[in-house]
């Protein structure tokens, strides 16, 4: 009777045993994994996770660093939709937006396109085309500020074939239009080289046939690059619509949201409210209203990169 029972006994534990082993085993064998992603999710957390928590929280109170701070419910919010600046503000990004898509979008597609058909000097174009993207911000800006000056080059040669000259920077029709324009010289080479990896990975054969079949080269982009890169494109087109409605940087170091607050974006408009009014809590208020905003367009990409939009 004793043996009878021992046996089954063994036979119960043993494989527990061997399945504790094997499930420590596996720990040890992930640990210097996730070892090395403690230090980014330290520091995602720290300067990342931490700050969204804490703007949530100060957009529900009045931050005073010298009094503390005081419970303020929605008046922050209230205090939002009062302003009219915010309005405008959201007119102005809408507009830059646009205007980001209109103009500056098909840019470095065109120009991807364009060098992926040269049979010479391939190397010397990615390389020239790519040369804006490393100018450093305060040349930049003081390159385009003297090119958009009313006696500066710009002006000069419209002048010379009798348009007239035109107010880059006065003028509030033109204004935003000019940023966007000097936005784009300078940032189209990144997208460039990812658009032109993309043309570059179509097959050549298909471009043989089409050519033996007599497609022409605007046949051939229209039916063949265009329909290939369709992936690429849905992707930085996202990806811009998330930066551009986050644009400021330009506008408050070119023209300070003027002229009469024609560039004055959203963004630009939580800078202020931060740094000039120093009304913190009215500030984090705006940044989670812009939170929740970019959070459904990255639903919206999410969505479609999982219909297969974005890759194929």
Do not use: C
């Not at 205090?79 to 979008?105: E, H, S």
């Not at 079949?213 to 087109?237: C, E, F, M, V, Y």
């Not at 408009?269 to 809590?281: E, Q, S």
């Not at 208020?285 to 990409?301: E, H, R, T």
């Amino acid at each position: 009777m004793e043996q009878t029972t021992a046996v089954p006994m063994n036979g119960q534990h043993q494989p527990k045993t061997r399945q504790g082993t094997q499930r420590t085993g596996k720990y040890k064998r992930y640990l210097w994994g996730y070892l090395f992603l403690l230090p980014a999710v330290i520091t995602f957390t720290l300067f990342l996770w931490l700050p969204i928590f804490k703007g949530v929280l100060n957009s529900f109170y009045i931050v005073d660093f010298v009094k503390g701070n005081s419970f303020a419910g929605f008046d922050n919010y209230k205090t939002i939709f009062a302003d009219r600046d915010v309005m405008t503000a959201v007119k102005n990004t809408l507009y830059y937006m646009g205007l980001a898509l209109a103009i500056g979008f098909w840019v470095p597609i065109l120009i991807a396109i364009a060098i992926s058909e040269m049979r010479r000097f391939q190397g010397f174009a990615r390389v020239a085309a790519y040369l804006p993207y490393v100018v450093p911000f305060v040349v930049l800006y003081g390159v385009w500020r003297w090119l958009y000056d009313p006696v500066g080059p710009i002006n000069a040669v419209l002048k010379a074939v009798g348009i007239g000259g035109i107010s880059f920077m006065v003028d509030r029709n033109w204004s935003m239009i000019s940023i966007v324009i000097m936005e784009t010289w300078q940032s189209f080479g990144s997208a460039m080289l990812i658009y032109l990896a993309a043309v570059l990975s179509v097959p050549r054969d298909w471009y043989e046939a089409a050519e033996i079949d007599g497609a022409g080269i605007w046949s051939r982009i229209r039916h063949i690059t265009l329909p290939a890169i369709k992936g690429q494109i849905l992707l930085l087109l996202m990806l811009q619509l998330i930066a551009t409605s986050q644009g400021f940087q330009t506008q408050f170091a070119m023209l300070d949201g003027g002229p009469n607050n024609a560039t004055l974006t959203y963004a630009l408009l939580i800078v202020k409210y931060a740094f000039v009014r120093l009304d913190y809590g009215v500030a984090s208020a705006l940044g989670v209203l812009m939170f929740l905003a970019l959070s459904i367009l990255a639903i919206f990409q999410y969505r479609i990169n999982n219909r297969g939009g974005i890759g194929q």
